[in-house]
Each structure stands twice: as C-alpha cells, then as structure tokens.
C-alpha cells in the first residue's frame, strides 16, 4: 500500500462543514466526508465572508447595461465589488493549494451553469449562464488544477480524474518544496505508467527534464516540470491509452503466466473496451501478478493505486465511451 502526501484543497464551507447555506442549510456530499480522512481542507464560503449573514435572502447575477452584477434582489444591494475584493483577497492569501471543491450553480462558487438573470427583479429564465464570482476567479487562477463541484463528483470517471491530479500534484508539491535531483528522478519513475496513459509526448518531454542533461539549476528545472506535468493531466486519459498501459505491464509478466490466465485477462480487457465493465477488474489482475512475482518496479507504479484504495467506488461502470463529460 502506498504512503500518500495530503493535498490541501479550498472547499465551499456549506459542504459537509457548516450550516452556511442562504437558508441554513448545509449540503452533503459522501464524496467530501470521504475525503476528510485523507485530505487538509481549507472551507470558505464567500457569501458569508463579504457579510451576508446566515440565513440570508439570496443573491443573483444579473445584467446591467450588458454588465454581470452580483445583487440581492429583496434588498436592491449591489455586492459586486465586495465579492470582486474577497475572491482576489483570499486567492493572493492561500500559499500552496492542490485542489478545488466549490458549490453547484451557486452564483458565488458554481464553475459553470450559474444563471444571469435579466434584471434584479425579473421572474423570467436566465438569459445565459456563466461561472460565479469566485468559481470564474478559481479557473482563471488556477486552470490546470484540479477543480470541480460537488455535482460533477457524483460521476465515479469525473470523480476518479479529480483525485487521481489531486494526489498526484500533492506529490509533487512534496517534491518540489522539500526534495532535490534524486527526488524529482523517483517521482517520475513511479509516474510513468500513469503518465504513459495521460498524455505520452508529454511523458517524453517530463523525461527529458528530470534526465537533466543540461544541467539546470532546480528552480528553473522544477518549474518546468511542473508546467509539463500540468499539461500532462490537463485531460482525462482515452479508454484506449489506458488499455495501451495495460497490455505493457502484460509484458512483464507474459511468459509466466498460463494461456487461461491471460484469456481471463484479455476478457476483461475487452470487457472494458467495449464499455460494460470497469478497469478495475483488469488493473486488479496485474496487481496480483505484481505482489505472485514481486515486481518491484511495477510495485511502484502509481498507475496501480493513484489515490488511496478506499476512495476507490467498488466496480463503478461509467462508460468511458460518454465523452461528454468535461464539456
């Protein structure tokens, strides 16, 4: 089992932390309280903080003379420029961050899909929808970082590419801050499988950095490492290249292992291509060709355990042939 960094990540405090909500309220999110076992979360709730109150009367983004305003209609108050001054205020006074979980739709934390109201009073539908005030100022901060609502992370694919960047930029926050050569060479060693599968001309280039040929001082060689390591993540890794990562660990062990176990395998593996079960199957018998030969090598490959195991939904079937799940 593999010994984890704890991410740090900002979260909306009415998530499993405070009764903060515009009624009182406070969400749930199973997802969340898993999470407080393996994480260090930093709540906030923006609302709150420009003084808003709990229980509050709501606010909304309208349109004002082709402006986005932030108003409180039972009020008329304009809050725009307090919620404008808290987002750039926190953001510039939070030192190392791995992640993001923010508020649903909400017109402070919502990421997409927040309403914009024609007017302050108006009774009609939206006009458009946008971020919030806070959740846009995340994305424009922090664009390759791993940020989602609690909404999206009731996907277990969504899900898993969000904690898979999470604890994997944890890591490497580690390595950067406390660690040297030899340390940046270790970490991507144990990433390649993980990085064959996300993006392999990236892979290639994280190679060439960390090989450091050129000799390069560390700030300048860890900075670009991590940018190519962003890149790297930026999207959620194709069935087939997963499938790619699979079959080359086989390799390990293909002249050890009878022709039923590789048939049961290659079942799976199929199984899995064609969107009627998960990976899980299929990584789980490379796992335990890995602890039967004591492969080292694979032993510490992320890509086995990108995150830890009881965060891991059992059997969750999620095909991967939607691909519309990051529009």
């Known amino acids: 089992m593999r010994e984890f960094s704890r991410?740090?990540?900002?979260?909306?405090?009415?998530l499993e932390f405070d009764h903060c909500r515009y009624n009182g309220d406070m969400i749930s999110s199973p997802v969340v309280v898993k999470l407080k076992k393996h994480v260090d979360f930093l709540p906030v709730c923006p609302e709150v903080e420009i003084g808003l109150g709990v229980p509050r009367?709501?606010?909304?983004?309208?349109?004002?003379?082709?402006?986005?305003?932030?108003?409180?209609?039972?009020?008329?108050?304009?809050?725009?420029?307090?919620?404008k001054s808290f987002c750039s205020n926190f953001l510039n006074s939070i030192d190392e961050v791995d992640g993001f979980i923010l508020k649903f739709r909400s017109p402070s934390c919502g990421l997409k899909d927040v309403k914009v109201y024609p007017s302050a009073g108006s009774h009609g539908g939206a006009v458009e929808k946008i971020s919030g005030y806070f959740g846009g100022a995340v994305l424009g901060r922090y664009p390759f970082h791993p940020v989602e609502d609690e909404g999206r992370l009731r996907n277990a694919r969504i899900k898993e590419h969000f904690l898979t960047?999470?604890?994997?930029?944890?890591?490497?926050r580690k390595v950067k801050s406390e660690g040297s050569i030899k340390d940046l060479i270790n970490f991507h060693a144990q990433?390649?499988?993980?990085?064959?599968?996300?993006?392999?001309?990236?892979?290639?280039?994280?190679?060439?950095?960390?090989?450091n040929r050129e000799k390069r001082p560390w700030k300048e060689l860890i900075s670009d490492y991590e940018n190519h390591l962003y890149s790297a993540l930026s999207r959620?890794?194709?069935?087939?290249?997963?499938?790619?990562?699979l079959m080359?660990?086989?390799?390990?062990?293909?002249?050890?292992?009878?022709?039923r176990e590789k048939a049961l395998f290659f079942d799976w593996v199929q199984k899995y291509r064609e969107g009627r079960a998960s990976v899980c199957p299929a990584i789980n018998m490379i796992r335990s060709w890995i602890v039967r030969f004591e492969d080292g090598y694979l032993m510490s490959q992320t890509f086995f355990e990108p995150y830890p195991e009881d965060l891991i939904e059992i059997n969750p079937v999620e095909s991967?042939?939607?691909e519309d799940l990051w529009k």
Request: a positive charge.
């Open 7 to 14: 991410p740090k990540i900002v979260i909306s405090r009415c």
């Open 57 to 83: 009367n709501p606010v909304r983004i309208v349109l004002d003379k082709g402006d986005h305003r932030l108003v409180q209609p039972s009020s008329g108050k304009d809050v725009t420029e307090d919620m």
């Open 248 to 259: 080359h660990a086989l390799g390990f062990f293909s002249d050890q292992l009878s022709s």
């Open 165 to 172: 960047k999470l604890f994997t930029f944890a890591a490497f």
């Open 236 to 245: 959620a890794p194709r069935y087939t290249s997963t499938i790619n990562v």
């Open 320 to 322: 991967h042939l939607r």
């Open 191 to 211: 990433n390649k499988f993980l990085l064959m599968a996300y993006n392999q001309a990236e892979l290639q280039k994280l190679g060439e950095i960390a090989a």
